[in-house]
């Protein structure tokens, strides 16, 4: 599904992502973990072009994603995206942020986006709160609806870039409850998290990074039990201390 060939990211003089090389198969829930700093959000944001590369290459789905003159909003409209704010439109009600990408694009008519986000609200508990607004909302149902306004495209990929770190600790399950949800149907998902608890139950494979490198790769069950990298024995040393 996802394939990096030697990717690289500069911020000015500081080397976010040295080298990646790695790839992500259909049906595969991948957890990337490490210390802030290490480049997880920025390689998750290169996914789907919110952040270009220098070098290298990435494959969605066997296309180039930063080829030149690929139509980024179409590549866009294709994966699944959910941001640690939420970024709702605050303007528009739940039905409506669930509705406005399908139609707009051209994916649905205006009743087939309806019936598709009612089912997705129910999904993830919120079907009672198709009226109201984001600013009347908790912000474990905001990010839940962010997620079924995600899934609206029918993304054949998932990518969630640290979707728990802005909830207050009670809200964090409802959010993660979800979560399990789409990896048990099988849906490709990329997960920036430090719930390691999510990433024992749920991760097929995890990636433990640090300075713009992926150190460690790795099962759950190897990971947690038997880390070999020292900075990822000292990380979840650190997350046990928590």
Not at 10 to 21: F, K, N, Q
Not at 40 to 49: A, D, E, G, P
Not at 221 to 230: G, L, S, T, V
Request: glycine share 8%; proline share 5%; hydrophobic share 45%.
């Amino acid at each position: 599904m996802i394939v990096l060939d030697k990717v690289n990211k500069y911020y000015g003089d500081y080397h976010a992502l040295v080298d990646i090389t790695e790839r992500v198969e259909k049906n595969e829930v991948l957890v990337v973990c490490g210390p802030s700093g290490s480049g997880k959000s920025t390689l998750i944001r290169t996914l789907n072009r919110l952040e270009e590369i220098d070098g290298g290459r990435i494959e969605i789905g066997g296309r180039d994603i930063h080829a030149k003159g690929a139509d980024v909003n179409a590549l866009r409209a294709g994966i699944g995206f959910v941001f640690q704010s939420f970024n709702l439109f605050p303007h528009l009600t739940v039905l409506e942020n669930c509705t406005l990408a399908p139609v707009r694009l051209g994916r649905a008519t205006k009743a087939e986006a309806r019936e598709h986000a009612m089912a997705l609200l129910e999904r993830v508990g919120l079907a009672h709160k198709v009226d109201a607004y984001p600013n009347a909302l908790s912000g474990g149902q905001q990010q839940r609806v962010a997620i079924a306004r995600a899934l609206a495209m029918r993304p054949p990929i998932m990518l969630f870039d640290e979707p728990t770190s802005a909830l207050d600790p009670e809200m964090v399950g409802e959010v993660l409850q979800v979560m399990r949800g789409l990896a048990g149907e099988g849906m490709t998902m990329v997960c920036v998290t430090h719930e390691m608890g999510f990433a024992r139950d749920v991760a097929d494979r995890i990636w433990f990074m640090a300075e713009g490198k992926i150190l460690e790769k790795a099962t759950p069950q190897e990971f947690f039990a038997a880390p070999k990298h020292p900075r990822a024995q000292q990380f979840l040393a650190d997350r046990r201390r928590d």
